[in-house]
């Protein structure tokens, strides 16, 4: 594991600190009870921050609701499973033995939160500019570019983006509950718009694919109730 770390901390050009970082972010709940769900939790937003900073540079001349659904597709799971792939973590996440037989280790929504995961580790050790560094080197042979926003929305983005335009606050997700073993976990979302008194549920297999499933069904109540 320590050789395995080494190389990887070679392929993301950060040396850390404190290597507990590192393996907590590598570990999946499957694998142990400390495993990587609060570095994913900050990664995510980190990697948000990150990839802002990233467009309003790249692409100034854009306007803010082309701005957010660039940045929604380069930050959703299909376009985090490649860079994790390209960082080698297949081969570095520790799965428990139901999940890697499982083939987890291949699994697109464990590696796009390995990902984020590590993103939030960075950001521990070495602060924003580390974190930003690691993120514009991950991104740099993406083709970012102004089509990109022709990109469909996915149904959080498109949620928000209807809430925003309406100047209502933005959904509260919960979750609601989880069932099944740990590497085959199914997750209950609720998402809540306190301001229209209105609720709805999700089920996925990851929190974040809950939280879309979760979203959808609200958009979908929106819709059919022709709110304004």
Same mark, same amino acid.
């Given at each position: ?46 990697? =948000? ?38 960082? =080698? ?6 799965? +428990? ?6 083939? +987890? ?91 229209? +008194? ?6 996925? =297999?990851?929190?974040?694919? +809950? ?18």
């Amino acid at each position: 594991m320590k050789d395995s770390l080494a190389a990887l901390q070679q392929r993301l050009h950060y040396l850390f600190a404190d290597l507990s970082l590192l393996t907590l972010a590598v570990t999946h709940r499957s694998f142990s009870a400390d495993h990587n769900e609060r570095l994913e939790f900050l990664g995510d937003s980190v990697l =948000g921050l990150c990839v802002a900073h990233l467009l309003y540079q790249r692409l100034g001349s854009l306007p803010e609701g082309d701005l957010s659904r660039v940045r929604a597709s380069l930050v959703r799971q299909e376009a985090l499973h490649p860079l994790a792939v390209e960082l =080698g973590l297949p081969d570095v996440i520790r799965l +428990g033995e139901g999940e890697m037989r499982s083939g +987890g280790q291949k699994r697109p929504s464990i590696l796009a939160d390995a990902v984020e995961a590590v993103i939030g580790a960075v950001y521990l050790d070495g602060g924003f500019s580390a974190a930003q560094a690691l993120v514009e080197r991950l991104y740099h042979s993406v083709a970012i570019n102004p089509d990109m926003q022709a990109i469909g929305k996915d149904p959080k983005t498109e949620l928000q983006e209807w809430l925003q335009a309406r100047r209502l606050k933005l959904p509260a997700y919960v979750v609601v509950g989880t069932q099944g073993a740990a590497h085959k976990q199914t997750f209950d979302i609720e998402c809540e718009i306190a301001q229209l +008194g209105l609720s709805e549920r999700g089920i996925g =297999g990851s929190r974040r694919s +809950g939280e879309q499933a979760a979203a959808a069904a609200m958009l979908q109540t929106l819709k059919s109730r022709k709110i304004p």
